[in-house]
């Protein structure tokens, strides 16, 4: 039953899965407006989880820290924004660029810093990354300090916000996930694979190991600090301890995410942010007040029990189809 | 920032506060450190969850002094159910991730540190607590010098429970056990040790520990629920700082953390602290990776 299933969804051509959600996703704020921040929300989700996935699945790199390049887009967007005196749209999207240079830039330097660190060291010195951030940010008063900065108001008309956002999100999940589809599929895609097999072998093969894993960091980086800027604005208020820099919220779902949908492949990201934004906006409302302590159980459930993912799972079930011999 | 620089060297009499209520409150840093040093030698787990068993012990010290408890049983009581809790920590959760890979031991101490802080502050709520146990100040030089004598007492009994733990390693008979596994777990089965009764203990231990300085804690300083992940990234950069099985480099590093802290929450301002600290950590982790590489070795 289940395998059949499976090989029902493996005959599916990925164009057609491909031009099928297009359409859907293009379609959807449509069909249902009062739904469209979810929505957005929910892309935001797939870019978190696929921008972890290249560290944490494809590199082998734990970390708990990139929620800091979505706080580093949030600001910088929010700072453009703020002080370049630019009408609206000019200000954004000269916000969004900054957003992802500055990204960009402190991931190449943190990679530069951190990423010859490995295993435990390099999770921890990433989790004391991004929580000292989100501290500084919140006694920095050029960016709001604890009270946080307001965005500029949207000047479009009544709800055309949210399906301006809505489309933006869309387009940076979208650019994101063929980005790295790309990506994976080059010699720099391999040698990320290599370097998280055995990276001293691959070191001895002649890769420069360090410039690799701060480049793959830098990209993921790049479309982090591109959400962080687009989410800012859609949630018209920036927190530096709740929204940019929230290691308790967003910096714990991106690892939950990739990993419940199966770290290291291309489709596990994207089906693990569906699978949880969804049951989370569901079920979290029932649970009253106790959503927290149910999110830190279901990290302990899902990393003892089902460490390998969806996608981890539906290969194992099926070896033989997916290429491995039994 | 640079004022409160030239005041500290301006008043070496107000420096020397800054940096004994640093040191003292190092102690209890150094207490939590060495249940984390216990914890990474012997079940190769670093243990993220280890600030919350902190929190928690606070918790426990506080609802039982609330109760009319003497504080002097209040310590060893909280210590005891923090055993408790750690042993059962162990046969919940932490004995099926041992022999995972690290990220699969650091990413479920980390979801249980989410539970237990969201229990606290669900139990407990949100505010900060505290214990006055009305020992009073001890002054020093005319008064510019003071220090709470419960932070006294706090540093000596760490330093005690330190001494202790050293003694129990070293020759209590279960404490050769402990040291054997940590050694060789294999080679200790094999000789009769019964490993994951070891571990379990060793666990349970690590609890204790945290219970003690979490009721130290309390009663010398204050707890909220949120407070637990600073005293993990305290434990852990302290360990890396002594290295694993060193009691006394993790008093001596525990000590010097202490007081480096509080200097630079002077200088810096409050606000700052908690950044300090983890930035601290980072720096220290930058640092040993470029000593390593120099070495053509690397931090793992």
């Keep these: 039953m289940i395998d059949m299933f499976l090989d029902r969804v493996r005959a599916v051509p990925e164009w057609a899965l491909l031009v099928g959600l297009g359409l859907i996703a293009l379609a959807a704020p449509f069909v249902v407006p009062s739904l469209a921040t979810q929505l957005a929300m929910l892309w935001l989700m797939v870019v978190f989880a696929q921008t972890w996935d290249v560290l944490g699945g494809q590199l082998g790199y734990n970390s708990f820290g990139n929620v800091i390049f979505f706080g580093i887009g949030c600001y910088a967007c929010a700072v453009v924004q703020r002080d370049s005196g630019l009408p609206y749209y000019d200000a954004l999207a000269l916000g969004l660029l900054f957003a992802a240079v500055l990204a960009l830039v402190s991931a190449l330097l943190f990679g530069a810093a951190l990423l010859g660190i490995r295993g435990h060291y390099f999770a921890i010195a990433t989790l004391g990354l991004g929580i000292a951030a989100g501290e500084l940010a919140a006694g920095w008063d050029y960016i709001g300090a604890g009270s946080g900065l307001a965005m500029p108001l949207f000047p479009g008309a009544l709800g055309s916000r949210e399906l301006f956002f809505y489309y933006v999100m869309f387009a940076i999940a979208g650019a994101c996930f063929f980005t790295l589809r790309w990506i994976y599929g080059t010699r720099f895609g391999l040698a990320m694979n290599a370097i998280r097999d055995d990276e001293d072998k691959a070191e001895a093969m002649g890769l420069h190991t360090t410039a690799i894993k701060t480049v793959a960091w830098a990209i993921s980086a790049l479309f982090l600090g591109l959400a962080g800027g687009v989410a800012g604005n859609m949630l018209g208020f ?89 | 920032m640079t004022d409160n620089l030239i005041l500290l060297l301006q008043n070496p009499s107000f420096a020397l506060d800054v940096v004994l209520n640093g040191l003292l409150a190092g102690a209890i840093f150094a207490l939590a450190a060495y249940g984390m040093s216990l914890v990474w030698g012997v079940l190769n787990i670093v243990n993220i969850v280890q600030g919350e068993l902190v929190v928690l012990g606070g918790y426990i010290t506080f609802v039982t002094i609330g109760a009319g408890v003497p504080a002097l049983v209040a310590l060893p009581l909280s210590a005891l159910v923090m055993f408790g809790v750690g042993f059962a920590l162990y046969y919940t959760v932490i004995f099926r991730v041992i022999d995972k890979d690290l990220f699969i031991s650091i990413l479920a101490t980390f979801g249980l540190s989410i539970v237990i802080q969201q229990l606290m502050n669900t139990v407990f709520g949100s505010d900060v607590r505290s214990i006055d146990t009305g020992l009073g100040s001890f002054y020093m030089l005319d008064g510019a010098v003071t220090v709470a004598w419960i932070k006294i007492v706090a540093c000596a009994l760490a330093l005690v429970s330190g001494l202790a733990l050293w003694t129990f390693l070293r020759y209590a008979r279960l404490g ?37 300085a979490g009721s130290l804690a309390v009663m010398a300083w204050t707890i909220h629920p949120y407070i637990g992940l600073p005293y993990t990234v305290r434990s852990f950069m302290i360990v890396v700082v002594a290295g694993l099985g060193n009691v006394g480099g993790v008093v001596a590093a525990g000590l010097s953390l202490g007081a480096l802290e509080n200097v630079a929450g002077f200088v810096f301002g409050a606000e700052y602290q908690i950044a300090f600290v983890f930035a601290l950590m980072v720096l220290i982790l930058v640092w040993r990776n470029w000593r390593a590489a120099r070495r053509r070795t690397y931090l793992a």
């Design chain 2, 176 to 212: 050769q056990a402990i040291r054997a596994t940590a050694q060789n777990p294999r080679a200790a089965h094999i000789l009769g040790i019964d490993t994951s009764r070891v571990y379990a203990i060793t666990y349970g231990l690590n609890g204790a520990l945290c219970g003690a």
């Design chain 1, 238 to 326: 920036i927190d530096p301890r709740d929204v940019a820099f929230s290691g308790a919220t967003f910096g714990v779902w991106m690892v939950l995410m990739a990993i419940l949908g199966g770290k290291g492949t291309l489709w596990g990201p994207v089906l693990g942010a569906v699978i949880f934004h969804i049951t989370k906006e569901f079920f979290w409302t029932y649970l009253l007040g106790w959503q927290r302590v149910a999110l830190g159980l279901l990290i302990v459930v899902i990393v003892l029990y089902f460490p390998q993912g969806i996608m981890g799972w539906a290969r194992a079930r099926q070896q033989a189809r997916a290429g491995v011999a039994t």
